[in-house]
């Protein structure tokens, strides 16, 4: 009987320290294009039903025409090992914070110098080192909000039904 009260009581034990997951919970992407190395940190936000992007009045998660801080909880970040290009325009080593503006055809997508923010809170668009355009095309139903990158270079933003991928060289 000991033996029962004690596996009972460990069992009950363990879940009083079981934690719930995060509602965004962090995420990392590493892909190496051609030698260098492409790192982005970001949180990813459900839909969960929720209006993802659209106008301002509709009251969406990421209004069309506004900064984003494309993710959730601190702004996302990309770090590059070494000089590259994206969408055929220069853009030094380092780390960035990654906003964007999205917009029903096209987003803006932004490299920042102040890697260190919570959100799109204290962004100042005049740190912003490159600002790059990526076209927005129909995706499948993607619940969480998903970075990728490519081997050939392609980094792709996919939520909701929505996809937007910019190039890297």
């Given at each position: ?80 090992s070494s ?81 937007v991928s910019?190039?890297?060289?």
């Amino acid at each position: 009987m000991k033996k029962y009260l004690a596996i009972l009581f460990s069992v009950m034990s363990f879940g009083a320290f079981a934690q719930k997951a995060p509602a965004s919970p962090p995420a990392v992407v590493i892909q190496k294009v051609g030698s260098t190395e492409v790192m982005i940190k970001y949180a990813q936000p459900s839909v969960k039903g929720r209006l993802v992007f659209a106008a301002k009045d509709a009251k969406p998660l990421a209004p069309f025409g506004e900064v984003w801080r494309t993710g959730a909880n601190e702004a996302t970040t990309i770090e590059f090992s070494s000089d590259v290009t994206v969408q055929g325009k220069p853009l030094a080593k380092g780390v960035y914070s990654l906003f964007t503006i999205p917009g029903p055809t096209e987003w803006t997508v932004i490299f920042n110098s102040d890697a260190k923010q919570w959100g799109a809170y204290t962004y100042k668009a005049e740190k912003d080192v490159l600002r790059v355009t990526g076209k927005v095309s129909e995706h499948a139903m993607t619940e969480k909000f998903t970075i990728g990158v490519s081997p050939a270079g392609q980094i792709s933003l996919d939520w909701d039904k929505s996809s937007v991928s910019i190039y890297v060289k």
